[in-house]
């Protein structure tokens, strides 16, 4: 599975942004989907995902409130919608991938990782 992360970007606290992740290579649908971000200085860190029938999600307890994860298999896409944004969701922010029936929240859980999006939030 390829993925590639996108619509990072400088927002102003309180601000939202749309983060998109398109996958390649393999039936996306039977993958569990990860998001994933790692501020400077700082381990990478679960942020939410989502189960491959989408009726299933869960979120960081930083984040939970504000964003939303959801996907479009038909797109073979998945997205973070990220809401009332803080100086603190500053990062680099991942997509990742795993085959598996249930939500998975570590990193070392997924084998497939996209290269990673920018997101500024100034204060």
């Known amino acids: 599975v390829q993925l590639q992360a996108s619509g990072g970007g400088l927002v102003q606290a309180g601000g939202s942004l749309r983060l998109s992740c398109a996958a390649s290579g393999r039936t996306f649908s039977n993958y569990v989907m990860g998001w994933f971000r790692q501020a400077p200085g700082k381990e990478r860190e679960f942020v939410a995902a989502?189960?491959?029938?989408?009726?299933?999600?869960y979120y960081a307890d930083s984040v939970k409130g504000r964003f939303t994860i959801s996907r479009d298999n038909a797109k073979n896409t998945v997205y973070l919608q990220m809401n009332s944004l803080k100086p603190e969701d500053t990062a680099v922010y991942y997509c990742a991938a795993e085959l598996s029936h249930f939500i998975v929240v570590l990193a070392t859980d997924y084998d497939y990782w996209g290269q990673g999006t920018q997101v500024t939030v100034s204060s």
């Open positions: 989502i189960k491959w029938s989408g009726d299933s999600t």
